[in-house]
């Protein structure tokens, strides 16, 4: 019987699918809703087979030492996995899994929800209101930008990127896009949308949202220079990974004026938010909700418990990320 573990409380059903594969005493689940503490992560993973952890849990050689020869799959509660040492994870034959496409449309409609809130000042507005300072309306009052037929940059036009170039269409928007390849003529017809070099994604986007995954590369990739060089009427946002961007140079280019306002659902450290950040007034700023539906959620966990279910069963996981680890 193999042996699982599930580093934070899942549906029930998804727990089920694995317990109906492999049998109660196969499952262990961390017991409390809170982030699990490195020592009980350590000790849970002794000796285990398969591994369920979600994105807070940093998944490095010291876990999987811990875990030992007999662990074979990391199956992350995730499209993203930047938590996971998967060039170790590959180098050991573990294979390591995440959950695309489930939650494409739901993280797109959020990017949506930070564009027309940075846009239009919702925060602001509702902070304005509840501290009681509405006395009438006016014609001044809370000024923003228009979002219809302006242009929306993306950068990292994978699958996020185009659901939220597709969702412009609906605005009149022009989208352009810089990634790490040019998508085929088709596709950015579909989505009016043309490729361009970073400097044109930064000097001609009205909006420019961030699609790309984490990477070495990604790492910072919008600092001081990148906004210096943003209209000063641009609305920023971000919600694929908070490294992604320096956010002490993002604070001060908000507070400065260099760009208009942000929208972000990601952030460098969370749960902590760089306190410049907190001090302008013009960043709307979420809690990592992108992906925050019941429905897909609860998707997340059951591709996840899946993946599992499809290895230690000797079949193909569906959504490895180093295939290179699975025998033909
Ligand atoms: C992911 O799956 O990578 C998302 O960030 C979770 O919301």
Not at 29 to 37: A, F, H, N, S
Not at 77 to 95: H, S
Request: with cysteine; glycine share 8%; aromatic share 6%.
């Amino acid at each position: 019987m193999p042996r699982i573990f599930v580093s934070r409380a899942l549906p029930k059903s998804t727990i089920d699918m694995l317990t109906n594969a492999f049998g109660d005493s196969a499952v262990a689940v961390y017991p409390k809703d809170q982030v699990i503490e490195r020592h009980e992560l350590l000790e849970g993973v002794r000796g285990i087979e398969a591994l369920l952890p979600i994105l807070t849990e940093t998944i490095d050689v010291e876990v999987m030492e811990a875990a030992g020869p007999r662990l074979r799959i990391i199956a992350n509660y995730a499209v993203g996995y930047n938590n996971i040492n998967v060039a170790e994870a590959t180098k050991r034959g573990i294979a390591v899994t995440n959950t695309p496409g489930v939650l494409t449309e739901t993280t797109a409609d959020l990017a949506w929800a930070l564009i027309l809130g940075a846009s239009r000042r919702i925060g602001e507005g509702e902070r304005y209101l509840r501290a009681g300072n509405w006395k009438s309306w006016a014609p001044q009052m809370l000024l923003a930008w228009d979002v219809y037929v302006k242009t929306l940059g993306i950068f990292g036009m994978g699958r996020i990127g185009q659901a939220v170039a597709r969702r412009a269409l609906g605005f009149g928007m022009r989208t352009i896009y810089h990634s790490r390849s040019q998508k085929d003529a088709a596709l950015e017809r579909e989505l009016n949308a043309a490729y361009v070099d970073l400097k044109t994604l930064l000097a001609e986007s009205d909006v420019l949202s961030l699609h790309c995954p984490l990477s070495a590369e990604t790492r910072h990739a919008f600092g001081a220079d990148q906004f210096r060089k943003m209209k000063r009427t641009a609305i920023f946002v971000n919600t694929t990974r908070g490294p992604v961007v320096d956010e002490a140079a993002l604070a001060a280019a908000l507070l400065s004026g260099e760009i208009a306002a942000a929208g972000l659902d990601v952030f460098e450290h969370e749960p902590k938010v760089h306190p410049e950040l907190l001090k302008c007034e013009n960043a709307l700023l979420l809690p990592h909700m992108g992906s925050g539906t019941i429905q897909t959620r609860t998707r997340m966990a059951e591709i996840a418990a899946t993946n599992i279910v499809e290895f230690l069963s000797g079949r193909r996981p569906p959504n490895c990320v180093n295939p290179e680890v699975l025998r033909a």
